[in-house]
């Protein structure tokens, strides 16, 4: 997924088209996947262009 979709709140619907077309893929080809059926990867929870940095205090 774009930064821009999981921003604007897109994510489950991108996420969910994935997931159809997945299942329409193990259903026309199960012998393709061994172990399972296919699943689109983790939906992110953040969008970062650039992710701020840490900063660590050094203890004395």
């Given amino acids: ?10 994510a489950d619907e991108v996420y969910a ?3 159809k077309i997945l299942d329409r893929a193990f259903q026309a080809n199960p012998e393709r ?3 399972k059926p296919p ?13 701020a940095i840490q900063r660590f205090q050094i203890q004395a």
């Fill in 17 to 19: 088209a994935r997931q």
């Fill in 39 to 51: 699943e689109p990867p983790f939906k992110p929870i953040a969008a970062w262009i650039k992710p």
């Fill in 33 to 35: 996947f061994v172990k």
């Fill in 1 to 10: 997924m774009t930064p821009d979709q999981v921003h604007y709140g897109q």
